[in-house]
């Protein structure tokens, strides 16, 4: 138990150590911002601003490089850790996997004809990706819907 709530207890101050660097970055930002002169080009201003957004971006590609390791390394550790669990998140997974195939098949890649438009997205490749992600969009809110029926329901007969 109380190794328990040492890692809560460190997580709880890693968490809050990178929303205080995240606030000052952003704190940094918008007072630099405001130093910036608008009737300046705007290839002056974005240089006057630009090691600063170099920062935040760096930043956001951290956090979001933890966000991943987080999501992908608790629930692996989990699994390790209680397979039974580790089961129904496979399941899960697979679920999802076959609701993205499904959808990627329903996708159509036929090449559209657009006026004026001869850019790189219009090829069979991107538009059956884009309508998977739109398939796959509409079966789960779809699916979660049914849960959410289903759970209702179910309390009534309870």
Known sequence: MKQQQLLLRIGQYFF??????SIVLTLVFY???GKINSNDLLV????????ILNYLLSWAY????????FAIGF???QMVTNPKSGLKALISIGIIGLLMFIAYQLGDGTVMNIAGY?????IPTRLKMSDMILFSMYGMIVISTLAVLYAEISKLFK
């Open 44 to 51: 002056s201003q974005i240089r006057q601003i630009g090691p």
């Open 118 to 122: 001869n850019g790189p997205d219009n």
């Open 16 to 21: 809050l150590t990178l929303m205080g660097i």
């Open 62 to 69: 951290l956090l979001a490089a933890l966000a991943v390791v």
């Open 75 to 77: 629930p692996a550790f």
């Open 31 to 33: 007072l630099n911002t």
